[in-house]
C-alpha cells in the first residue's frame, strides 16, 4: 500500500493512474464540448459532467498531495540534471492541475451560481472575485490545459525513455 | 438705460431656456439603462443589459432640430446575470469583444412626430458594421434636480437583427429589442 524506497505503494499508483484518464478525459470532452452548439443533444449535458467531475478532480488531487505530503517517495533516478527536471515537472504538473481546476470553478461560479457536482451536492461560489471573471479564469483554464497536455506528453516520454533506453526501473515502479 | 439693461436681463434669461444645451447621460447615478430582451425557445423572453456605457445628448429646451445624441457601449459589460450565458455571448460566437469591445450610436436626425413622440435617427455600430436605425422615442421629463442641476430623460426602443451586423443566428432569425432609457445632467 505504502512507496517504499524502491517502488511505489498501489495507493500512490492508483492516485496517479486515475487522474492521468480523467485528465486527459476532461481534456478531450473540454475541447469536443466548446464547439458544441443548441441543436446537440450534449449541449447542457457535458459541461455538466465536465464540471462535475472537474470538482471530483480537484478534491482527488489534494487527496493525493496529502498522502503524497505524509509519506516517503522512492528514491529518485537518474542524474542530477534529470532528477531536477523530474521534481520541477512533477511539481508543474501538481500546479497546472490545481489551477485548472480552480480556474475552472471560477469560470461558472462567477454569477454567485454553485458548481452541482453531479446530483450529489453543490459547490457554492465565492461569487465574483475580479472584473472580467469568467473571461479571464477561461483563458487560464484553456492556456493551463494546453501547457498540461503538453507537459504530460513530456513525462510519459521522459518515463518511456527512462524504460526503453536507459532500462531503469522508473516505470516499472508506478506500474 | 434702465429699458436697456432691462432688455439686456430678459433677453439674457430667455437665451438661457432657448440655448442648445449639453447634457451628460448619468451613468455615474446609473440613471440610464441599455437593456435588451430577446426570444429563449420561443418559449420566454430572456433579458440583459449593457451595465458600462457612456454618451451626452444635445437638447435645448424647446424643439429637435439641432438635438443629437451619442452613445458608446462597452460591449464586455453583457449582463444577463449568468456567468456562462454572458461569458459565450461575448465570445466570438457573437459579440465576439476581443475585436469588437464597443458599440456606438451617434443620431443624424431627431423628429418631433407630435403627441411626444420623437424618432432618433442615426447610425448603430455594432461587431464593426454601422447601420442607420430608428428609435422611437419619447420625453419622459426634465426639470431641475434638488442639488442646483437640471435635468432631462428619454426613453426609446429599437429593434435589431443579428445577422444584419454581421453575427450569426443559429437558432434562426434573432431579432433583439433594445429598451432604452437616459437621463441627462444639464452641464
Redesign the interface.
Known amino acids: 500500500m505504502k512507496n517504499t524506497t524502491q517502488n511505489y505503494g498501489w495507493v500512490a499508483k492508483s492516485l496517479h493512474w486515475m487522474s492521468a484518464v480523467v485528465v486527459i478525459g476532461m481534456f478531450a470532452s473540454g475541447w469536443w464540448m466548446v464547439e458544441l452548439n443548441y441543436y446537440s443533444d450534449w449541449y447542457r449535458t457535458a459541461p455538466f459532467i465536465h464540471k462535475s467531475v472537474g470538482v471530483l478532480l480537484l478534491l482527488l488531487t489534494l487527496a493525493r498531495l496529502c498522502w503524497k505530503a505524509s509519506n516517503m517517495s522512492p528514491d529518485a533516478v537518474g542524474n542530477a540534471f534529470e532528477q531536477f527536471m523530474a521534481k520541477a515537472a512533477h511539481t508543474v504538473l501538481y500546479l497546472l492541475i490545481v489551477v485548472i481546476c480552480v480556474s475552472g470553478y471560477l469560470i461558472s461560479t462567477a454569477d454567485g451560481r454553485g458548481i452541482e457536482v453531479f446530483n450529489w451536492f453543490v459547490l457554492p461560489s465565492f461569487g465574483e472575485l475580479f472584473s472580467q471573471q469568467a473571461d479571464t479564469a477561461g483563458l487560464i483554464h484553456k492556456y493551463s490545459a494546453y501547457g498540461l497536455m503538453g507537459l504530460g506528453l513530456l513525462h510519459a516520454l521522459a518515463a518511456l525513455k527512462h524504460h526503453f533506453i536507459d532500462k531503469d526501473n522508473t516505470l516499472k515502479r508506478m506500474l | 438705460m434702465k429699458k436697456l439693461i432691462l432688455t439686456a436681463a430678459i433677453l439674457g434669461a430667455l437665451s438661457t431656456t432657448a440655448s442648445a444645451a449639453e447634457y451628460v447621460i448619468d451613468t455615474k447615478g446609473a440613471h440610464a439603462f441599455i437593456n435588451f430582451k430577446t426570444s429563449h425557445l420561443g418559449v420566454s423572453w430572456l433579458t440583459g443589459r449593457f451595465n458600462t456605457f457612456e454618451g451626452s445628448f444635445n437638447y435645448d429646451g424647446k424643439s429637435y432640430d439641432n438635438a443629437k445624441i451619442e452613445v458608446n457601449i462597452d460591449t464586455?459589460s453583457i449582463d444577463s446575470?449568468?456567468?456562462?450565458r454572458?461569458?459565450h455571448l461575448?465570445s466570438d460566437d457573437f459579440l465576439n469583444v476581443g475585436k469588437f469591445p464597443t458599440a456606438k450610436f451617434v443620431s443624424s436626425k431627431i423628429i418631433d412626430k407630435g403627441n411626444g413622440k420623437l424618432e432618433v435617427q442615426g447610425a448603430f455600430t455594432l461587431h464593426g458594421t454601422t447601420k442607420n436605425i430608428v428609435i422611437d422615442a419619447q420625453k419622459i421629463g426634465e426639470g431641475k434636480d434638488p442639488w442646483g442641476g437640471y435635468r432631462a430623460g428619454f426613453s426609446g426602443t429599437t429593434e435589431i437583427r443579428l445577422a444584419d451586423y454581421g453575427m450569426k443566428e443559429?437558432?434562426g432569425p434573432t431579432t433583439v429589442m433594445l429598451d432604452l432609457h437616459v437621463e441627462g445632467i444639464r452641464k
Open positions: 464586455t446575470n449568468h456567468a456562462e454572458d461569458k461575448r443559429v437558432l
